[in-house]
């Protein structure tokens, strides 16, 4: 099993960092163990503290188990990238929302503007009992 070091919110395995949802990915599949400073052995809970955290994790989880790719999307005004093909652009840019959450105009707006400028598409995601996604994108009229 590969071992992997939690250090100042950064994941070291060997030479590389690791991607924060794909280590709880691995991590929830007992492919990898991760470790604190002081070698003290981190379980999944560990890191599903918070229920925002919780939310993309399940949204992350969701596409990765469904053949997708997925990668930051902070620089994009998301939460994710998703891939179709990872020799590919990424197809979306993924906001998970809670099911009563509700959405700034301006930052709809903006995070839309993102998306358009770089040939993506906003896709919102819900979990509750089920999964929901709500895509937008922009159409030159």
Known sequence: MKRVL????VFL?????LYFYEVIYLLEKNEIEVYDEKN???????????????????????FREKGYY?????KFGGIFRI???I?????????????NEKIDIYDFLAKNRVAHS???RILYCVKDNNY???EIRWKKL
């Open 6 to 9: 939690y250090k100042d919110n």
């Open 118 to 120: 770089t040939k993506k």
């Open 132 to 134: 929901r996604f709500l």
């Open 70 to 74: 997925l990668g930051t999307g902070l």
């Open 83 to 85: 891939y179709e093909d």
């Open 87 to 99: 020799n590919q652009h990424s197809k979306w840019v993924a906001i998970p929302i809670n099911i």
């Open 40 to 62: 003290n052995k981190l379980d999944i809970n560990y890191f599903l503290k918070d229920e925002k955290i919780k939310l993309y994790y399940d949204i992350y989880k969701y």
């Open 13 to 17: 395995s060997e030479d590389k960092i």
